[in-house]
């Protein structure tokens, strides 16, 4: 029998399909998640080769560091001998070769009065004091491959060997 009342529909739940199409298939959320995965491993390899690289950094300016203290330590105007130094500072290794660049003589220098140098009261000719501008080549290594290469020069008396 037919009251001419319309049969009520229950009110739609939260989270119920409405019809075919609707929601996601598994498939769709396994290439989101495959997307998303591939993005954060993209950022992770990004941020950790920029760390790397400001740790290299970090760690030449350190080894400048130490170059400079080293060559701080190498006297200017005093005996100096030529032949190879190694040694280290907390992590960092470095290598000091000084070696002789040319050698000049009393007999080289004029005098003030206009004497040579062999006749001025001061010059003993028995020993001569010979000065030498040095080659000081400084090689700094740090422990995340960090290089300092600091080349100059030092001038002092020679006291062991004939120039190169």
Do not use: H, N
């Amino acid at each position: 029998m037919w009251s001419g009342r319309r049969r009520r529909e229950r009110p739609a739940r939260a989270g119920a399909r409405a019809g075919p199409t609707a929601g996601f298939t598994l498939i769709e959320v396994l290439v989101a998640v495959l997307i998303a995965a591939m993005m954060g491993g993209a950022l992770v390899q990004y941020f950790s080769v920029i760390r790397r690289g400001a740790m290299r950094v970090d760690d030449t300016l350190a080894a400048w560091e130490v170059a400079r203290a080293v060559a701080a330590g190498v006297p200017q105007g005093k005996e100096l001998s030529p032949g190879v130094t190694v040694g280290a500072a907390g992590p960092y290794a470095w290598r000091l070769e000084l070696s002789p660049m040319a050698a000049v003589g009393p007999a080289a220098v004029p005098v003030a009065d206009g004497t040579a140098p062999d006749e001025s009261p001061e010059a003993d000719p028995a020993a001569p004091e010979r000065w030498a501008a040095f080659r000081l080549s400084l090689d700094v290594t740090g422990p995340r491959g960090g290089r300092a290469k600091l080349e100059t020069v030092r001038v002092g008396r020679d006291v062991g060997g004939e120039p190169e």
